[in-house]
């Protein structure tokens, strides 16, 4: 990694972190209840533009450090990486669970992963499709 | 506008921290991101921490802002964790079992990692919940 791609990183984290906040907040303006919609959305929002992302430009998962692109440093390290949080989940899940919501907790977690799961996978074949 | 800054510069920091942290984490064999996995345990340890700290009021409403949501959130990704996961499961059948222990892995250790942190950080109802 190059020192230039640190700068990238740290730009593209910045304004990935701030968009997570700014969705967070929108989403629970709206919505009252008990199911962490903001983290779900951002999440799944993410992982379907990595994985379309990574196939449009062919990023090779194993050496993504080789090449030094500041596509993969500031939008996939970057923004998307800032963007979506596993931490947050977790808190959430475990804020559910302090609550008597362990079900709920349980649900939220497992349907993250899922849908994560499916969104990058979607993401990586409309790339396909398209390419 | 403060809190957009704070917000921005706490998840800079924290999408480096992360690209260093990952650099030193070596890939396992078959492909487990052992380097996100680390990243995304640590964020929840630490996310948990501030949390707890936060609702201790032992931090103030600005540091939060920009450790919690900034830092700590930007510390993880779910988006590489889902991609990498996909991946795993398009290439191969071996490849499908190593993302299933990946996924199980992370999502206990990182929960663990949280709840661990919200009792360092001395959340009050994880202390004063009636017996």
Do not use: C
């Not at chain 1, 349980?106 to 790339?127: D, N, P, Q």
């Not at chain 2, 071996?94 to 206990?108: E, H, K, Q």
Request: glycine share 12%.
């Amino acid at each position: 990694m190059k020192p230039v791609d640190v700068i990238w990183v740290g730009l593209g984290g910045g304004l990935g972190s701030v968009l997570r906040w700014w969705v967070g907040r929108l989403v629970g303006e709206r919505y009252k209840g008990h199911f962490p919609w903001g983290t779900f959305l951002i999440n799944i929002s993410g992982s379907l533009v990595i994985g379309y992302l990574s196939v449009l430009f062919q990023v090779d998962w194993h050496n993504r450090h080789g090449h030094g692109m500041v596509l993969n440093a500031f939008v996939l390290t970057g923004v998307l990486g800032g963007y979506t949080t596993f931490s947050s989940m977790q808190l959430d899940a475990a804020g559910l669970a302090a609550k008597q919501h362990a079900r709920l907790a349980a649900s939220y977690l497992f349907l993250s992963v899922a849908a994560g799961l499916l969104a990058a996978l979607a993401g990586a074949a409309l790339a396909r499709v398209q390419g | 506008m403060q809190a957009v800054l704070l917000v921005f510069v706490g998840g800079a920091v924290g999408a480096v921290a992360r690209e260093f942290l990952m650099l030193l984490v070596p890939t396992l064999s078959r492909g487990f991101p052992l380097d996100i996995l680390v990243a995304n345990v640590a964020a929840s340890l630490l996310i948990g921490l501030s949390a707890g700290r936060y609702s201790r009021k032992v931090i103030a409403d600005r540091w939060h802002l920009m450790v919690t949501t900034g830092t700590m959130g930007g510390l993880s990704t779910f988006s590489s964790f889902a991609y990498a996961s996909s991946v795993l499961i398009e290439a191969s059948m071996t490849g499908a079992l190593v993302a299933a222990a990946y996924i199980l892995i992370s999502l206990v250790m990182g929960y663990v990692a949280v709840i661990v942190g919200l009792k360092l950080g001395g959340r009050p109802q994880m202390q004063e919940s009636p017996a």
